[in-house]
C-alpha cells in the first residue's frame, strides 16, 4: 500500500466519495502532506487506531512524532466536529441527566406506598388490593413520563 495518496485515491481506498473525502480534509481531520493524503496516520484518525510508537511507547524518529502529533490533533478535530453534529455528548452532562432521572424515579416510587396505604389498608379483597396497587404504579410510571416529556420540550 502506498503511504501517500491523491484525495481520489484515498476516496477509493476507503470506499467513500471524493467530495466525503474533500470534506474531510477541509475540517482537517485528514493528515496531509502537501497535496497527499498520510494514508498511515489519515486510516489510524479515522479507525481510531493507536499512533505508531517504538518499543519504549515513544516515537520512533522525528517524522513518526510528527504523524503522532497529526493522528491526534485529527483525531481531536474528529471529536469536535462528531460533538458538533451531536453525535457525541459530554460524560459529565450523560451522567448529571442519568443522576436527576434516577432521583426522580427514586422519589416517585417510593411514594406508591404512603399514595395507596389508607386504601389498601381498608380493603380485605386481595384482587382490589392487587388493583389499587396496580394503579398506583400506573400513575406513578405516567408522572414520570410527561416529567420526561416537558424536560425535552
Not at 489510524?44 to 517504538?54: E, I, N, W, Y
Not at 450523560?94 to 396505604?117: F, G, M, Y
Not at 386481595?126 to 389499587?132: D, G, N, R, S
Request: glycine letters at 6%; aromatic letters at 4%; proline letters at 4%.
Amino acid at each position: 500500500m502506498k503511504k501517500l495518496m491523491t484525495q481520489a485515491d484515498y476516496a477509493a481506498h476507503r470506499e467513500v466519495s471524493k467530495p466525503y473525502i474533500s470534506k474531510l480534509k477541509g475540517r482537517g481531520i485528514l493528515v496531509m502532506r502537501g497535496h497527499l493524503v498520510d494514508v498511515v496516520a489519515s486510516d489510524a484518525v479515522l479507525d481510531d487506531k493507536p499512533a505508531p510508537k517504538g518499543a519504549d511507547g515513544e516515537p520512533v524518529t522525528l517524522s513518526d512524532a510528527k504523524r503522532m502529533e497529526a493522528i491526534y490533533k485529527g483525531k481531536l478535530r474528529r471529536l469536535e466536529f462528531e460533538e458538533k453534529a451531536g453525535a457525541l455528548l459530554r460524560r459529565a452532562d450523560v451522567e448529571q441527566t442519568w443522576s436527576e432521572a434516577i432521583t426522580t424515579c427514586r422519589s416517585v416510587l417510593l411514594a406508591i406506598p404512603a399514595n395507596v396505604c389508607e386504601k389498601v389498608a381498608g380493603e380485605s379483597d386481595p384482587v382490589v388490593c392487587h388493583e389499587l396497587l396496580r394503579g398506583e404504579v400506573y400513575r406513578a410510571l405516567e408522572t414520570l413520563a410527561a416529567r420526561d416529556t416537558a424536560s425535552r420540550a
